[in-house]
């Protein structure tokens, strides 16, 4: 018997009718939200600091509001990871909202994931649970189950094996099901959103102005389609579901807390019109320890983007330079840009300016804050023509670094809090492997020799990129297997750090995913110490895979 999950949330902040879309546009079983990055672990501890009772993302409260009734009359369980840092604090929030609307909804909660307290000086530590919690309290009778930081899979791998009753060891299943769910876990990005040829003209552009959110069709056996509700927008194919497969992954082996999936065994085929079966997936025992985000502030950190306009652009960007750098001597940290937007004989003023940013960080704010601030502003009437920001620096706001570690499974007390106040444990994986990298697989063989055009790399290929932590990962791949023939042999590590040069002096290490035509690049330390740092102008490396398809490359003219 088939089984229908689908995602009403990609992130905390996604669009909030989603709930009521799911709910209303078609037959559902599990509707699931995914609230949390690592980001949002931060923001939330923040909330927490300033109210012990916060913690959890207000926002789905809200949308329950409306919808839990809905919800019960349609017999849909709802699972989410909106719990954040207090999953029993929006448990009770929704036991109390259940009461006053007069429904008999059952709201279970997860917990084990807090390991705060082992590490003084964290605002938030959490392990990244798996989906066997989510399992029991589902088969307990469970109508809403909220847990704190598990994996983002286990959204769906839970409630797959409360209904199919998957033991801990039935890893290809599981795999299955985690692919499945990593699939959902970003929303409209396996619909259309995000999508590297959004503009190839297959689709009115009509289609993704409001793409609708994904829903997985499970089997038994761990195969699963990837569809959406009828009548929504985006679209669903090989390729939007590639995409996100890539999104945020590593290596071939995808390990989480209950299966390492191999990706590498993964096979997409068009199963009709906005269907793709995903089969093939083969699953291992996982690996002995649990991964653990750990969020803590880092200190403070100012901005300021001067603008530059006209001529001698560079002269003006240095003359501010050695106006400001005597006030920066005590900062730890300083780093400037000169981001030429500027254009020669501009017909607009803003398209004849460039921008200069100065980004600082500090442990003492005021040494980021009044003391900057009050220098920069001081060059008002003192220095280059033109002189104005895009707005005035502020007195310094904190920012926060995030960091993995990793502890063993039985370092956590994996624990279902039923809607009676039960607590069961859930006992950690008794079968783990130490995770390695597969064999290398075999490449197809070269294209033959033939006459190429210089062109941009996106007009063969496609990319999706993301952050884990201080990486970034780049996904690219192609749409024919003449595509992934060139590919595979054409964008090697040496080939990507030429076309990306911020990567030139990284560790990159390249994953070849035949069955999918792809790679994918992992590059460590680009992101430095994590979103929450703001290291770099596209903090999260969402754009990167876009940044490497516009460059430029000899491309076979078959190919164009």
């Known amino acids: 018997m088939t089984l229908r999950i689908g995602n009403a949330s990609g992130f905390y902040g996604d669009r909030f009718d989603a709930l009521r879309e799911m709910l209303t546009g078609g037959e559902l079983d599990v509707l699931t939200g995914d609230y949390l990055a690592e980001l949002t672990m931060l923001i939330l501890g923040r909330d927490r600091l300033k109210d012990p009772g916060a913690g959890y993302a207000r926002t789905f409260l809200r949308q329950l509001e409306e919808c839990l ?66 399992a029991t309290c589902l088969r307990e009778g469970a109508d809403v189950v909220v847990t704190g930081r598990v994996t983002d899979a286990a959204l769906v791998t839970g409630p797959a094996a409360a209904h199919f009753g998957w033991s801990p060891t039935d890893y290809d299943r599981l795999a299955g099901a985690v692919v499945a769910g990593h699939v959902l876990e970003c929303g409209t990005q396996a619909t ?93 025992a996982p ?45 730890t940290d300083v780093r400037w840009d000169l981001v030429r937007t500027d254009r020669p004989d501009a017909g607009t003023e803003e398209t004849a300016s460039a921008l200069l940013r100065l980004v600082v960080r500090d442990a003492d704010q005021e040494v980021v804050g009044r003391a900057l601030s009050g220098a920069a502003v001081e060059l008002a009437l003192a220095s280059y023509p033109g002189f104005h920001v895009l707005a005035p620096p502020g007195k310094g706001s904190p920012y926060g670094v995030f960091e993995d570690m990793y502890v063993p499974h039985g370092a956590v007390d994996h624990v279902a809090v039923l809607h009676d106040g039960r607590r069961i444990p859930v006992a950690p994986a008794q079968e783990t492997a130490v995770l390695e990298n597969p064999p290398e697989a075999p490449l197809p063989d070269p294209p033959p020799p033939g006459p190429t055009r210089r062109a941009p790399l996106g007009l063969v290929a496609g990319a999706r990129s993301g952050d884990k932590g201080g990486n970034a990962n780049v996904g690219v791949w192609a749409r024919t297997d003449d595509g992934w023939r060139w590919l595979a042999h054409t964008l090697t590590v040496e080939r990507l750090r030429q076309l990306l040069p911020e990567t030139a002096e990284l560790n990159v290490t390249r994953h070849d995913l035949p069955h999918l035509r792809a790679l994918n690049f992992v590059v460590e330390g680009i992101l430095g110490e994590g979103v929450a740092a703001q290291h770099r102008f596209d903090p999260q490396a969402k754009a990167l895979g876009e940044w490497l398809r516009s460059r430029h490359l000899d491309i076979p003219e078959a190919l164009l």
Do not use: M
Request: proline share 5%.
């Open 69 to 134: 009734g809905l919800a019960h009359e349609r017999g849909v369980r709802i699972v989410t990871n909106a719990g954040g840092l207090n999953p029993a604090g929006l448990a009770a929030r929704i036991r109390e909202l259940a009461d006053r609307l007069g429904l008999p909804v059952r709201v279970a909660h997860v917990e084990g994931d807090d390991l705060t307290r082992d590490h003084p000086g964290a605002l938030a530590a959490h392990a990244y649970l798996g989906g066997f919690g989510i």
């Open 192 to 284: 259309g959103g995000n999508y590297a040829f959004f503009a190839d003209g297959k689709h009115d552009r009509g289609v993704l102005r409001k793409p609708g959110f994904p829903l997985a069709e499970l089997h038994e056996d761990g195969t699963a389609v990837i569809t959406k509700h009828p009548g929504t927008g985006g679209f669903v194919d090989v390729g939007t579901v590639t995409a996100q497969l890539l999104y945020e992954t590593q290596g071939a082996r995808y390990a989480g807390p209950d299966v390492t999936a191999r990706l590498d065994t993964v096979r997409l085929t068009q199963d009709g019109p906005d269907r793709v079966r995903i089969s093939g997936v083969r699953g291992e």
């Open 287 to 331: 690996p002995p320890t649990l991964k653990v985000g750990l969020n803590r502030l880092g200190g403070f950190r100012n901005e300021v983007a001067f603008v530059l306009t006209g001529l001698d652009i560079e002269a003006k960007a240095a003359l501010v330079r050695e106006q400001l750098e005597p006030h920066l001597a005590k900062v």
